[in-house]
């Protein structure tokens, strides 16, 4: 599917070399931990006007594009408009302007999907120092709910190290950073785990002068270090006089003599018949 997105992009650079001042392509590869994507570009310039068109397919074959112009109104501003389509089919209109002076430029801006909702944008880039760069701005969606996000970014020996945050109407925070990295021609890799190849061909006055071909720049794979770690076996018991622990000492029972048992002696039971002791009277009994 690539190879038509760059057949077409070449095409239509052909068509627009003849009738513009200036016209360019371009094409890239970016490898990722998600997969790979290719992508091709072109765009054309006159009138104070460029417009620009391309697309990304990704590991899946789903594929994203972008067209749309940007006008130079007056020194230092621009007007934009254009549409992205993504690779689900649904598409979003986009517009804006943009306003540069003293190293600081202004955007505002606004979007609209396929089912009608918006979402606007507005925000600054500012040029703090050579290589050093500080970026702010706001996005209001259709809900109502905004989103703030500050950035800084430099640059310096072929690198260029990014962070910033986003914070949401909740309070919530969210926290960014990565870094890019010039490895050699049109070969860029980041800190996530990317590795972008570009390469490029640019047309002045008709004639097309192209860029060198890209090298596909694989990353290697990652080398698996196994560390030996050495285990040291037990010591020995040390050497010295082996204590046996003595028996338990054994218990004697002596038992007691039993107590004397008194037998008393039988006794011989008689019969008294009643009788009267003087004037009592003693009913009959033993005895």
């Known amino acids: 599917m690539i190879s038509r997105t760059r057949i077409a992009a070449t095409g239509v650079l052909l068509l627009l070399a003849s009738t513009s001042a200036s016209a360019w392509t371009g094409h890239g590869t ?53 549409t992205a389509v993504g690779p689900n ?15 600081t430029c202004s955007h505002s801006g606004d979007m609209t999907g396929a089912n009608g909702r918006s979402a606007t944008t507005s925000g600054s880039v500012t040029r703090e120092a ?45 926290t960014h950073a990565g ?16 590795t ?41 018991p040390p050497a010295g006089p082996v204590y046996v622990v003595p028996p338990p000492p054994a218990v004697v029972v002596t038992a007691k003599a039993p107590l004397p048992v008194y037998v008393a002696p039988p006794r011989v039971a008689v019969w008294v018949p009643a009788h009267w002791v003087g004037r009592v009277y003693v009913p009959a009994h033993w005895a």
Do not use: E, I
């Open 196 to 236: 972008v190849v570009h390469g490029s061909a640019v047309s002045t006055g008709g004639t097309v002068v192209v860029g060198a071909a890209p090298v596909a720049y694989v990353p290697p794979p990652p080398v698996a270090v196994v560390a030996t770690v050495p285990v040291a076996p037990p010591p020995p």
């Open 89 to 103: 089919g649904r598409s979003v209109q986009h517009d804006g302007s943009t306003s540069c002076a003293s190293g």
């Open 130 to 174: 050579p290589g050093q760069y500080t970026s702010s701005g706001t996005v209001t969606a259709g809900n109502g709910n905004t989103y703030n996000h500050a950035a800084s970014t430099a640059c310096a020996g072929g690198t260029c190290d990014r962070s910033g945050t986003v914070s949401g109407s909740y309070g919530g925070t969210v």
């Open 30 to 82: 970016a490898y990722t931990p998600r997969g790979t994507y290719n992508g091709a570009h072109f765009g054309s310039c006159g009138g104070g006007s460029c417009s620009h068109a391309g697309g990304v397919v990704g590991p899946y074959g789903g594929l994203a594009t972008n067209t749309g112009t940007v006008t130079r109104t007056a020194p230092g501003q621009f007007s934009n408009a254009g």
């Open 179 to 194: 870094s890019a990295t010039r490895v050699s021609s049109g070969v860029v890799t980041t800190g996530g785990g990317a």
